[in-house]
Nanobody, 125 residues
Framework: QSRIVESGGDTVHPGGSLRLSCTPS????????IGWFRQAPGKEREGISC????????SYADSVKGRFTVSRDNAKNTVYLQMNSLRPEDTAVYYC??????????????????WGQGTQVTVSP
């Protein structure tokens, strides 16, 4: 059965860094753009970054621009989200998702195909 697994979530202090990984099971990522999303308690899910299947097109939400970097290694079938200068407001469950084929950033948010199960990121003093 196909699924997506996120990893790398943890608890860090403000100003810290984490790298999240997103890896599929049962299928290859190289045909898909991948979006990163997050949902904080009591808030709606927010799209924060997206990368096209080749990595040619990338987008970021204003809330993470300059602090987060998305990348992918199709040979390893993995997409990464490097998160630097973390803030308490970055605390959320982080999800990655495949994007409907043919859709590129910045049009990912409304074109999700398949979700991962999420990984918790907590930024706390």
């Amino acid at each position: 059965q196909s699924r997506i697994v996120e990893s790398g979530g943890d608890t860090v202090h403000p100003g810290g860094s984490l790298r999240l990984s997103c890896t599929p099971s049962g299928f290859a990522f190289n045909y898909y753009g991948i979006g990163w999303f997050r949902q904080a308690p009591g808030k709606e899910r927010e799209g924060i970054s997206c990368i096209s299947k080749t990595g040619e097109f990338i987008s970021y939400a204003d809330s993470v621009k300059g602090r987060f970097t998305v990348s992918r290694d199709n040979a390893k079938n993995t997409v990464y989200l490097q998160m630097n200068s973390l803030r308490p407001e970055d605390t959320a469950v982080y999800y990655c998702a495949t994007i409907i084929r043919g859709v590129n950033p910045p049009y990912c948010d409304q074109n999700v195909d398949f979700w991962g199960q999420g990984t918790q990121v907590t930024v706390s003093p």
